[in-house]
């Protein structure tokens, strides 16, 4: 037997409720290592014929042999499936705590097919799966949901993934969003879970850290692994390295200097002065009230932010990652970093992939731009009409 594996899957069918427990095969364990490894090999074997929003579509969400102990950034979750956007694999991946909650409920992934006849949430717990009802959930947005289990279940040790509206209305781009604001973004993951009428799954499980066979050789890989990210002259050294102090907007004005900042729909690759008051040394200075982490992680890439004036004043969110912030910000010609934490907000509470609307806004802002858009009228930088139009798309 391998270590570092729990050596057990839950294997969910949404259709007739049941949950199986079983293992991967060890010899794809070493070949196919990881969640993302293991999980495409899923779906690839599922068949390359079936309908991403088919019953017959699997969706994985996996882990892999590091996750849960104490390796350096082993916090992160593969969510793999055959996606609604594109029509061919797709894994999205997650940070947070859910992952190692999910090992240290004695899993390696979840892999669930089939189509619940209603809405409904897999309930895990120590070895155990339980498919429940979602049906007063169904409708409400990500946030609403989360507070829900917590209130049901507790704080403390609990990781809810969701879906928001998005899903459940089969939105291509739709995530899964874990903790809040954690996406797995990109391919539609979440556009499959709300053709399952799965709503979300519910972890609540006690810190049991993986215990390693070779201490003495974990502590020395350990060893060298963290020297690395903590040398002073690496972006991630702890409170020192730009990924940790400003988190990934960091790239904002460095891309933005080099001409590689998409803007006004990437008709331009620079923002010139607007690219600063939304980047990472910006929110640090003006907007930044907390420096949250994941499991085993000592860089703290994630940014806290709360907004202190004007319509969306008292929002608390995270967090202001570099790739929302040009879609939201440079890409549609608004450099008001309230109004960015304000759509990607919105949009994780949607469960929409904050890349995928920010493009969607800015084509219509390019197409009133133009004259191509029936009328419509939707300027540049215009970060309430923004927010207006994404609650219209949803909604």
């Known amino acids: 037997m391998l270590g570092g594996y729990a050596n057990k899957l839950g294997s969910i069918d949404l259709s007739t409720g049941s949950v199986e427990y079983n293992d991967s095969p060890e010899e794809w364990k070493l070949k196919y290592v990881g969640g993302r490894g293991m999980g495409v090999k899923y779906v690839f074997d599922n068949g390359p014929g079936v309908d991403p929003l088919s019953p017959e579509n699997i969706l994985c969400f996996m882990n892999g042999p590091l996750t ?39 899993f390696d992934g979840l892999i669930f097919r089939g189509k619940s006849e209603n809405p409904v949430y897999a309930y895990v717990t120590s070895d ?12 409400k947005g990500v946030h609403e949901t989360v507070k829900f ?35 797995s973004g990109r391919g539609g993951t979440g556009c499959v879970g709300g053709s399952k009428n799965l709503k979300a799954i519910v972890i609540n499980a006690q810190k049991a850290i993986v215990r390693t066979a070779d201490r003495d050789k974990w502590k020395e890989a350990q060893k060298r692994a963290l020297s690395t990210i903590m ?15 400003y988190g990934t907007n960091v790239l904002m004005n460095i891309t933005n200097s080099i001409g590689a900042l998409p803007t006004k729909n990437s008709q331009k690759t620079a923002f010139g002065d607007g690219a600063e008051p939304t980047s ?69 509470d949607y469960g929409f992939d904050t ?14 731009q133009k004259g191509y858009a029936n009328g419509g009228s939707l300027e540049w930088g215009d ?10 798309i949803a909604l």
């Open 128 to 139: 155990k799966v339980e498919l429940l009802d979602a049906s007063e959930l169904w409708g």
């Open 149 to 183: 289990f917590q209130n049901q279940y507790g704080e403390k040790e609990l990781s809810v993934i969701a879906i928001g509206q998005a899903g459940e209305k089969l939105s291509r781009f739709a995530n899964w969003v874990n903790e809040n604001d954690r996406a």
């Open 68 to 106: 849960g102990s104490e390796a350096n950034m082993s916090g992160r979750m593969a969510v793999v499936t055959k996606s609604p956007l594109t029509g061919t694999v797709t894994d999205s991946h997650h940070g947070g705590w859910s992952a190692a909650r999910l090992r240290w409920a004695g």
């Open 383 to 392: 970060g309430e009409g923004m927010v207006a139009l994404v609650d219209q």
């Open 231 to 245: 040398a002073e002259e690496n972006i991630t050294s702890p409170r020192k390295g730009g990924l940790s102090v």
């Open 280 to 348: 990472g040394e910006y929110v640090k200075e003006n907007v930044l009230v907390g420096d949250p982490t994941c499991h085993a992680c000592p860089v703290a890439c994630k940014k806290e932010v709360e907004v202190k004036e004007g319509p969306w004043k008292g929002l608390r969110m995270e967090s202001l990652e570099y790739e929302s912030s040009w879609a939201f910000g440079s890409n549609c010609g608004n450099s008001d970093v309230n109004a960015i934490a304000k759509l990607i907000d919105q949009c994780n």
């Open 355 to 368: 890349i995928e609307m920010g493009n969607v806004v800015s084509v219509y802002q390019e197409a009133c």
